[in-house]
């Protein structure tokens, strides 16, 4: 999924333009004016997306999501020179907010669309750190490298593949919502992404749907519980191999959904091989998974209320009570319902 074509073609039009900031406020301005662009609670901006029912923030704030959703759980300070993967950057507020966090970051952005980037150098994120992921985008407008920021601007699943990553001990995820568009919430595009992360990296998304949590179960991450910013339900942390110190900040998951992960065809992940399906496919490929698993299960299979309501062999539930976290729990009830 994209941005607004709207926006996405007002600001292409701007990007014929010299840069100046003359130009650049018209942009802002005309953005604002047919609701392309909408300013959220803390005073900075978002833009619509191909459905304009969702934003490309919530309402909280863009910057205050780039700040409490990423830059502050992954606690990006305490590493001298982390290595960032900032997934879907759009306009850069998460890479802002890193970099005002650890002056010392190294980001790889990667952002789909150009217009995006650009949409960048037009708003004035109210954090110093904006200016030097401006002057990343506007080399990279120039065609010129920068090693401490690069820009790829491609589909995530062509980066993925590059044989110049780095390792990282941060990733930021910030795709649109895995239910409109799952494309970066498959098994196969997150292995990739567990195998370019450092032992004790760590990967930050705002999603909390339970086929995503259940797809990074599936590649080895430990899942843990992450701060709600702006929605009812949590974030997500998910930690490769976990230090000492991380462990002593997992926290468990709802119950409901570790059960719903483990037991319940919602738990279902997405697929996608070779990395070359669209969203549609993808929706369509885990249904038909959902109805072979309940075909599988024939009269074992809970229903998703029941699963909701604990309401499942006592052997299952106990589990839930031992000393382990929301992925070894899973994994272990899986293993004993799909067993007997
Ligand atoms: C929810 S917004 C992220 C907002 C962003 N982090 C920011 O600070 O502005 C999702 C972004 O992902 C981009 N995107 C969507 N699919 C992508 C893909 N397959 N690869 C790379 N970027 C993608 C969209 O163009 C959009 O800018």
Redesign the pocket.
Known sequence: ???NKKALDLIKIYMEKDFTSKNLKELIKKLIESDLLVKTEDGTF??R?EDPEEL??SRVG?LT??IEKFAVPSKVESIKNPKIL??????????VSALHYNINSEIDM????KE?LFL?LALDIPIKEHFIVKNAISEFFKGNLNQKIRIFN????I?LLRKDLKKYDYV?H???SPAN?P??YTVDFLKLIYETMTDSGVLISYSSSIPFRSALVNCGFIISEGPAVGRKRGATLAYKNPDEFQKKNIKRIPEADERLIALSTVGVPFYDKNLDLNSDEIIKNREIDRINLKNLLGNKCYSTTRIKAGKIDEKLLKIQNENLNSSEIIKKMKKIYFEY
Do not use: I, K, Q, W
């Open positions: 999924m994209l941005p978002t833009v997306s490309m923030h863009a999501e780039g900032d997934l879907c950057s759009g306009m850069g507020y998460n890479a990667v952002e789909y669309s995006m960048s491609e589909d995530a699943r980066t930021f910030d795709a649109f568009d494309v970066l």
